[in-house]
């Protein structure tokens, strides 16, 4: 099946979860490999996608965990006004 094909048959939510979930991989690879600032570029693009769809399209776990895991890269640079706004956010959003 081309790509056209399976994206004419997949909801939105589904296109839109899977790049939100795929961003969060490409995130933790690059956090794995030392690539800070690309792992945060990635997270924040995950969190972008997410902001633009409309409300249950990706869940709410997808979106605590990538601002966990952007909290943490922000913290590895030294940034920890934007780490605690990011914990803050998915403690929010999944306080277990």
Same mark, same amino acid.
């Given at each position: ?25 490409? %995130? ?5 490999? $030392?690539?800070?600032?690309? /792992?945060? *570029?990635? +997270?924040?693009?995950? @969190?972008?996608? =997410? ?16 601002h966990?895991?952007? %909290?943490?890269?922000?913290?590895v640079? $030294?940034?920890?006004?934007? /780490?605690? *706004?990011? +914990?803050k956010?998915? @403690?929010?959003? =999944?306080p277990?």
């Amino acid at each position: 099946m081309t790509a056209a094909a399976l994206a004419t048959r997949l909801p939105d939510a589904d296109i839109a979860g899977s790049l939100v979930a795929r961003q969060l991989r490409t %995130g933790l690879e690059y956090y794995a490999a $030392g690539k800070i600032d690309a /792992a945060i *570029a990635a +997270y924040q693009h995950g @969190l972008a996608v =997410a902001d633009n769809e409309q409300p249950g399209g990706v869940s709410v776990e997808a979106i605590s965990e990538l601002h966990s895991n952007l %909290g943490n890269a922000c913290m590895v640079r $030294g940034d920890l006004e934007q /780490a605690a *706004a990011n +914990y803050k956010a998915a @403690l929010r959003l =999944a306080p277990s």
